[in-house]
């Protein structure tokens, strides 16, 4: 299939190990961040949220946790697996309910 | 239930050419979006239609771009003419109301050359 992107900031991992991802938003007065998950020619698929009064949340095998203080973002994957590699996405949603996504992460699962 | 579905996948065409992508939401998804995500880049919004009506069309660049979503179902994005920098994949996303989750299709990748 083809690629989301060529040039984008690289995570390898080995399977098994933990994987964390980062991401910087620059609207402070968003009030919710989501984490998406794209796979080469798909769409993103959502893979966790979290609201702006909260600063942790977990789902399965993923947890997110939120820094208001200095408007970061970070998505922990535990226990990485080989289905896991893809291009993360975090997005904000602001006035309107309209998303704003940042750049990806690619996310490298070696066996 | 069935996700969101596009056509056509791929599409090549040259310079001031046009092209039109089509997209059918989810059953009973009243809020529909069309993305563009260029090479490298997560996907930027060009429009939100809440049913037939336009909701936000802010960032689509007006004099090559339409879209439309006239029976509040299914809708197409056209560019006429075609810029190089218009290579992306444009990707379709609906979901129930603009505060509920947005589930995206698998996108139209066009190459213009």
């Known amino acids: 299939g083809e690629s989301v992107g060529l040039h984008l900031p690289t995570l390898s991992v080995q399977e098994g190990d933990n994987s964390i991802i980062n991401c910087a938003y620059s609207?402070?007065?968003?009030?919710?961040f989501i984490w998406y998950k794209q796979e080469s020619g798909k769409g993103p698929q959502f893979i966790i949220d979290?609201?702006?009064?909260?600063d942790k949340r977990q789902g399965q095998r993923v947890t997110v946790l939120l820094n208001k203080t200095v408007k970061h973002l970070s998505l922990q994957i535990a226990a990485t697996q080989p289905g896991d590699s893809a291009v993360y996405f975090c997005?904000?949603?602001?006035?309107?309910?309209?998303?704003?996504f940042g750049g990806g992460t690619r996310v490298l699962v070696k066996p | 239930e069935a996700g969101v579905a596009q056509s056509p996948r791929y599409k090549i065409i040259e310079k001031r050419q046009s092209v039109a992508f089509w997209c059918n939401p989810i059953s009973g998804h009243a809020t529909l979006y069309w993305y563009q995500q260029i090479l490298g880049q997560g996907p930027k919004l060009l429009i939100q239609?809440?049913?037939?009506?336009?909701?936000?069309d802010s960032q689509l660049p007006k004099d090559r771009f339409s879209a439309e979503r006239l029976k509040g179902v299914d809708s197409t994005l056209k560019i006429q003419p075609a810029k190089l920098e218009d290579s992306a994949v444009y990707l379709c996303?609906?979901?129930?109301?603009?505060?509920?989750?947005?589930?995206f299709g698998p996108g139209t990748r066009l190459t213009v050359t």
């Open positions: 979290i609201r702006s009064n909260m």
């Open positions: 997005a904000e949603k602001g006035a309107g309910n309209k998303l704003t």
């Open positions: 996303a609906s979901s129930r109301a603009p505060k509920d989750e947005q589930y």
């Open positions: 609207n402070s007065a968003s009030d919710y």
């Open positions: 239609f809440q049913n037939n009506g336009v909701v936000d």
